[in-house]
């Protein structure tokens, strides 16, 4: 039987987030991005205190119950052109990709795998365009620099 690790998939309940920029769970993210064809973008994901030493992960999807792990920061935190970056002592951990396409348009989540055996997760959708970076993009962009 494959282990989430090889299918992507995550076990979790039905727990997440419902409000994106609060700490409703403890997690927190940007609501959207724009990123230029070709770009690449730093998303920063914000958690609680509670959640230092759990595993963290990235996933797409539209529904938190059909979404897909793409990077974890328990196995090679690097997945083709996405790179997952936790810093315990920040409380963030950021998720950048590379290269980006319109086919990497959609939804995406930031997410905790609790060792007590859910997961919460939070959403961003990420929007590939002809045109420039997002206003809250080049703020988050500073933010991270700081």
């Known amino acids: 039987m494959p282990t989430h690790q090889e299918t992507g998939q995550v076990n979790r309940p039905a727990k997440r987030c419902t409000t994106h920029r609060t700490f409703t769970c403890g997690l927190s993210t940007l609501n959207t991005v724009t990123v230029q064809i070709g770009g690449s973008v730093t998303i920063p994901c ?3 205190n509670r959640y230092k030493t759990d595993v963290k992960y ?3 999807g539209s529904d ?3 979404c897909t792990a793409i990077v974890r920061t328990d196995s090679p935190q690097i997945s083709d ?13 950021n998720v950048t990709m590379i290269n980006l396409t319109t086919g990497d348009t ?5 997410g905790v795998e609790i060792t007590r055996g859910s997961s919460v997760g939070t959403r961003v959708f990420l ?6 970076m ?9 933010m991270l620099s700081m």
């Open 46 to 48: 914000f958690y609680d």
């Open 58 to 60: 990235w996933c797409n």
């Open 64 to 66: 938190w119950s059909s």
């Open 81 to 93: 052109e996405v790179l997952i970056r936790d810093d315990p002592v920040k409380q963030i951990f």
């Open 106 to 110: 959609g939804y995406y989540w930031c």
């Open 127 to 132: 929007s590939v365009t002809l045109g420039k």
């Open 134 to 142: 997002s206003v809250l993009q080049t703020v988050a962009n500073e």
